[in-house]
């Protein structure tokens, strides 16, 4: 069983760099969340994707994140001049479809991506 | 921001005794849905309750929904050691999950 996979696990970078992270999700889930955790917080909702569509993006986050999904299969979410208050938990779940509402059901999510930026 | 607050932030009881957990949101949902983190498992689906649902068990858990004073409850029933972690309510709000703070659980053996 297959559930929804993360790279990498962890991520070290120097302020100002570019990073990139991966999301693989369960396979038949068409729809791709990704999140934010902080420690002591429960995660912060970024963007999410119904098969290749970005359907909503967090008005918190900033024009250094960009995400794709470009088939519809996996997502990647890239921080640009990335800043030390980028340092987090960087969370991908995914979620089976829908009847054609806006409803979400339950999430599966993957390990997370733990950035560091020194 | 966060839509849900939970009650109490921390929580600590002994292996047998109940623990109750609060979540109160601020918007109409579809649904309400609690996760549980820990740091072996990551964050794992609980249980789903719908706005048009007032109860809902699985296993151990009962969680109760009350949309008029728009708040939820999870009770865990005969807990175990292994039911330490932190839980987190969530509301779907238009197609997205919007996460509370979390209680962490400690149950002592």
């Known amino acids: 069983d297959t559930g929804v996979s993360q790279d990498p696990r962890h991520k070290i970078t120097k302020r100002g760099q570019n990073v990139t992270f991966r999301c693989d999700p369960i396979?038949?889930?068409?729809?791709l969340y990704w999140y934010r955790q902080t420690l002591g917080q429960g995660p912060e909702f970024l963007t999410y994707?119904?098969?290749?569509?970005?359907?909503?993006k967090s008005r918190l986050l900033s024009d250094r994140f960009s995400a794709e999904r470009p088939k519809g299969s996996f997502s990647t979410l890239e921080i640009q001049r990335t800043e030390q208050g980028d340092s987090a938990m960087y969370l991908c779940?995914?979620?089976?479809?829908?009847?054609?509402?806006?409803?979400?059901?339950?999430?599966?999510f993957g390990p997370g991506t733990r950035l560091t930026v020194t | 921001s966060q839509q849900g607050e939970e009650d109490p932030q921390a929580l600590s009881i002994q292996e047998g005794e109940n623990a109750t957990m609060n979540c109160s949101y601020k918007?109409?949902?579809?649904?309400l849905q609690w996760y549980r983190q820990n740091s072996g498992r990551g964050l794992v689906h609980l249980i789903l309750i719908r706005s048009n649902e007032r109860e809902k068990h699985s296993g151990r858990l009962r969680v109760t929904l009350d949309t008029s004073k728009k708040s939820s409850s999870l009770l865990i029933t005969a807990s175990r050691a292994a039911d330490t972690a932190s839980y987190f309510c969530?509301?779907?709000?238009?197609?997205?999950?919007?996460f509370g703070q979390g209680t962490e659980l400690s149950v002592k053996p």
């Open positions: 918007t109409s949902i579809n649904n």
């Open positions: 969530a509301t779907d709000l238009v197609g997205k999950l919007i």
């Open positions: 396979s038949e889930h068409n729809r």
């Open positions: 994707f119904q098969n290749e569509a970005q359907l909503e």
């Open positions: 779940a995914s979620s089976p479809r829908t009847s054609g509402s806006l409803e979400t059901y339950e999430q599966y």
